[in-house]
């Protein structure tokens, strides 16, 4: 330690001299001078070359070793159970409750087009700022459902309304499957609350259909459900 510092010490005096005299010109990383004479200005501390271990051979490493012990089986099939589940029972729209009172109004599918629309040839089938509507095109085949699957009376509200032929049941909360089971016909759901959210619905049940070159849409109050103990909701 002693050396250390007295080699520390002797090459700062020798810095600061030729810094005060003028003497000292560049000097380049290996501790010459420019155009002088070279300077081995010795080692400081042990130096060990850099190691670091590859991330693919970790993770292949770790990956192996799951796989040995079962973790990884166990993980897979905790996904696999996960990912079934949400399937299942997704997850309800969030922000809609009962309707208690009934209201009706109408939704325009019409758009602005921002842009040019192309076919694969390039010849233009419509100029953005036109204004354009799917219902001039196409029919809408059924009218929409909206109801909360976890609720017996919205469910028989829905099968009152038609067959598979002339409504489609789509669910804001519940699960679909069980549903589908139980009544033997295709069942939806809103995954996110993407149409009621567009339509605007905040209640259920509620009802979508084709009215000319509009959609009407309407939430119906259904009378207060009575539960087996009486209590009224």
Known sequence: MTGLVQRTTSLGLAVGLALLTGAAGPVDASGSQAGGEEHDLGHFGETWPVIEPDLLTTIEERLRAAQGSGELDRLNRAFAARAEARVLNPAPVAGLTPASES???TYDPAMMLSADIR???GTLIAARGTRVNPLDLVTL??????V???SDQQIAWAQAQGDDAHVSI?????SPFA????LQRRVWFDQGGVLTARFG?????????QQGKVLQVGEVALPP???KDGERT
């Open 103 to 105: 209201r009706s109004w």
């Open 119 to 121: 076919d694969a040839r």
């Open 141 to 146: 085949p059924r009218k929409l459902l909206f």
């Open 148 to 150: 909360d699957g976890t």
């Open 170 to 174: 789509i669910l804001v909360a519940g």
């Open 179 to 182: 549903r589908m089971r139980a």
């Open 201 to 209: 619905i905040a209640h259920t049940p509620a009802l979508v259909r």
């Open 225 to 227: 459900e009575t539960h």
